[in-house]
């Protein structure tokens, strides 16, 4: 293939009517071109397009006044070998590739990002990559594409290709949500997926497509053969103009992430970010709530501080006249919004204060008997597929062998029997592809968290520590010497995982049964019994939790996953089940893996 060619002009009409006099192509040829030159760098944004009329095109945009007063640079990406799928295929890579990169606000319309098959794709896209280049050394991108891909600004952007069971998701949703507006009747919409199935993508994309939706007012801007075009209407527009539209986001750390992505994105704001305690305190109702790992919204329970203990208590008596312990989390959201979008996974729940699996149950159960229940099974995380969460589950009940072993391809799944061994391969993989962590169920006491010199893990004479910070631990500097918990990791994607099975899970090899210490787990809220509800919580109440942590840590590695395992028989039965005989020192050397 011929190699592509970079054109650059200034956004104005004198220079587009010179520029299209020297060459036909440039009036009548498919290309790719990206606007940019804000004139400061605070207003810096960059707009992506595709068009067949490239000087045409151009005159449009001239005429589009914030178009006009936003940009002040065009790059036109040339090629002899360019088609109408090529140049879709090339704009929706750049697209994503700027919004991971950070540098500007990308000002493109969500309608759908297409991910075409089409003639010689795969060697198109290696051109892709030069193209990239030309423009980095351009200054149109900062970083590398590993360095963008591994990014929390990419893998939460709204610009995302969906999986075709995302794209009915949000297309049935959509459309149920507008004749909703239009009749006036309330909703509740439920997505369900494991691990990795992409439910905060979609609800980000939600977010983003409706405040598209709302203001968008010049349709060229709609590419027609768009997945969503069809929403981009006038009677659409009006129905949400002035609606009250909130994202819910129960866990701290990805709620700071959401924030900076929803910062770099035009037409959603970060106050449309919410805690549930933001949508109890809220004197007017919201028109729309999507809530984002509805699994980790609390019941009555003991809160984390005193005072929100007592913010419970006064929120239930603003919304409902009396404190009534029954009422949850998810109640307040109910009570205070008209249409709810609910993303969650009944089998996330990690601590005694998380809803109930019972009335997560009972939310999917309504929302199928009103043919508002989307199930999401497509695996976007783990390359080694949809089959391997319920690999893992299955493995943490005990109902496991290597017999019943999928297979996983060339997804890196090993069991070391040195923890130092795992750390130094945790590493290796860090240099070589980044986001590779250590991770660790709960079952060391967070001594460092007081004393900044004290260690909590202690392990084949490695001594480590525990998560120094809680909000936007993995992509902290820190973060590679340190050992993160559920509660910085859950909603995450990793490369690598280094998962550390510790103490709290053992293994009966007669019984062939999985149990917990509870001595050993060390997360005083994720085991205390629940005074305001009188519940106290057995052992087989704790091995849930326990095991739904261990499933949630031993998905979050889309590359491989590592595991290290303290209780010697619950090790050899990983192992086992694995499939791979357990990694150790001499293995790794014999391997190459060590000191090379």
């Known amino acids: 293939m011929t190699p592509s060619e970079i054109e650059k002009f200034s956004f104005n009409p004198a220079a587009i009517k010179s520029w299209a006099a020297d060459d036909e192509r440039r009036k009548n040829w498919p290309v790719v071109y990206v606007l940019d030159g804000a004139k400061s760098p605070a207003a810096a944004s960059v707009y992506v397009g595709e068009t067949a009329k490239a000087a045409a095109r151009m005159r449009q945009h001239l005429a589009n006044e914030e178009k006009r007063s936003s940009f002040r640079r065009v790059r036109v990406v040339m090629d002899e070998t360019f088609n109408k799928s090529a140049c879709l295929d090339l704009e929706s890579h750049l697209i994503r590739w700027l919004a991971g990169d950070g540098q500007y606000t990308v000002m493109n319309v969500l309608a759908g990002i297409t991910d075409a098959r089409y003639y010689e794709r795969d060697l198109y896209r290696q051109g892709f990559r030069e193209i990239f280049e030309k423009l980095r050394s351009d200054g149109v991108f ?6 963008i891909e591994n990014s929390d600004l990419f893998k939460l952007s709204p610009f995302k290709v ?29 997505i369900e997926g494991h691990p990795g199935t992409g439910k905060t993508i979609v609800a980000i994309f939600l977010m983003k497509m409706l405040a598209d939706i709302r203001d968008h007012d010049d349709a060229d801007e709609v590419e027609p053969d768009s997945m969503f075009a069809e929403f981009f209407v006038p009677e659409n527009r009006a129905l949400l103009q002035g609606l009250r539209i909130g994202f819910v986001v129960p866990q701290q750390s990805l709620r700071q992430s959401i924030k900076r992505v929803f910062k770099k994105t035009p037409k959603v704001a970060e106050t449309q970010i919410l805690t549930p305690f933001d949508v109890g305190v809220s004197d007017e109702k919201w028109d729309v709530l999507v809530v984002d790992e509805t699994h980790r919204l609390n019941q009555r329970a003991n809160q984390s501080s005193g005072v929100n203990n007592k913010r419970f208590v006064d929120l239930n008596e603003k919304l409902f006249g009396r404190d009534d312990p029954s009422k ?9 919004s008209t249409h709810q979008i609910y993303l969650l996974d009944a089998e996330q729940t990690v601590r005694p204060a ?15 008997s009103a043919r508002r229940l989307y199930p999401l099974s497509t695996q976007m995380r783990v390359r080694a597929g949809t089959d391997y969460v319920e690999f893992v589950r299955a493995m943490l009940r005990g109902e496991s062998s290597a017999a019943n072993r999928s297979d996983f391809g060339d997804y890196d799944l090993r069991v070391f029997d040195d923890l130092s061994e795992m750390r130094s391969e945790v590493l290796s993989r860090n240099a070589e592809h980044g986001l590779a962590r250590l991770v660790a169920g709960y079952a060391w006491d967070w001594k460092s968290r007081h004393d900044k010199r004290a260690f ?15 909000k936007d631990w993995i992509n902290s500097p820190a973060s590679i010497d340190e050992v993160g918990s559920i509660h910085t990791v859950q909603g995450y994607d990793l490369n690598y995982a280094g998962v550390i099975i510790g103490n709290d899970l053992r293994f009966d090899p007669k019984s062939h049964r999985l149990f917990i210490d509870r001595e050993s787990y060390r997360d005083s809220k994720g085991k205390e019994n629940n005074k305001q509800l009188g519940i106290a919580y057995s052992d087989d109440d704790l091995l849930e939790f326990i095991r739904n942590i261990y499933g949630v840590l031993l998905t979050r590695g889309m590359r491989g996953t590592y595991v290290y395992v303290c209780d ?3 090790r050899e039965y990983v192992a086992g089940v694995i499939g791979r005989e357990v990694v150790t020192a001499s293995a790794e050397h014999d391997r190459g893996l060590i000191g090379s």
Do not use: C, F, M, Y
Request: hydrophobic residues 45%; negative net charge; glycine residues 4%.
């Open 354 to 368: 998380d809803l109930p699996k019972a009335v997560l149950r009972a939310l999917a159960k309504e929302a199928r």
């Open 456 to 470: 909590d893990i202690e392990v084949d004479g490695l001594q480590l520590r525990w998560n120094s910070q809680a």
């Open 328 to 336: 949850t989390q998810l109640d307040w959201i109910k009570a205070q």
């Open 162 to 190: 969906l999986t075709p069971e995302q794209a009915i998701a949000v297309e049935d949703i959509v459309e149920g949500l507008l004749e909703d507006l239009a009749t006036g009747a309330p909703s509740t919409s439920v």
């Open 142 to 147: 900062q970083r590398s594409i590993p360095e």
């Open 568 to 570: 010697p028989a619950l």
